[in-house]
């Protein structure tokens, strides 16, 4: 069974960097897209963007100025980083999965809260 | 971007009620649509994807329909466990989008 888990700090001051890992068990990261996702207070869900089979990436373009999604094979893990956080990045942020030739998340995380704050 | 509107925010049904969310695009979709359950607890689970096709697990009394920019998920037979908030998502174009969910809550 295919299982992803969050990890990262909970509380980040805002300016500085958020920075989330997302273990993955079960499949390996070298198959399919491996997503980020955040649902703000209030419950809309962003897409945030994937980091690819081949390592290839794509981020939303009302992040792709702050947003990385990188990974480490070895560790079949990959991240996220958004830079220059604002209390309105303030989210739970989900990591999710789908494969090759489909664009559902079958796939996903438990969650895990982020709060921008001094 | 395409925009996933979901005019019911929240609903109230009672047990073994039908029960149908809808989920309209600000643009043709080409039926590249899938459901999403979201559990008090946080815990996001597939329901339906390309509009009608049923994820592995998911119950018979969940099915979903649509054409064009409307969509609708049915629970045919309502189930304590179905309590939740579900959320429409297209693929048809990047980035993908969701629209803003409907909670669904016991009568």
């Known amino acids: 069974e295919v299982q992803l888990q969050e990890s990262g700090p909970s509380l980040v001051k805002p300016s500085q960097t958020l920075s989330l890992t997302c273990s993955v068990t079960?499949?390996?990261?070298?198959?399919?897209?491996w997503n980020w996702i955040r649902k703000f207070p209030g419950n809309k869900l962003e897409y945030m963007g994937y980091i690819s089979y081949s390592g290839s990436t794509y981020y939303n373009p009302s992040l792709k100025s702050r947003i990385s999604i990188t990974r480490d094979t070895s560790k079949n893990q990959y991240y996220l980083q958004l830079n220059s956080v604002t209390t309105e990045d303030t989210a739970t942020y989900y990591c999710a999965s789908y494969y090759y030739g489909s664009s559902w998340f079958a796939y996903w995380g438990q969650g895990t809260l982020v709060t921008v704050s001094a | 971007d395409i925009q996933m509107t979901q005019t019911t925010s929240s609903l109230s049904a009672s047990l073994g009620d039908r029960v149908t969310i809808s989920c309209s695009a600000s643009q043709g979709i080409s039926n590249y649509l899938n459901w999403y359950q979201q559990k008090p607890d946080g815990t996001v689970k597939l329901l339906i994807y390309?509009?009608?096709s049923l994820h592995s697990g998911v119950p018979s009394r969940f099915s979903g329909s649509g054409s064009g920019t409307d969509y609708s998920l049915t629970i045919s037979n309502l189930e304590p466990e179905d309590i939740a908030t579900y959320y429409c998502q297209q693929y048809s174009k990047l980035p993908l989008t969701f629209g803003a969910g409907t909670k669904l809550e016991l009568k």
């Open positions: 079960g499949d390996s990261i070298t198959s399919g897209y």
């Open positions: 390309y509009t009608s």
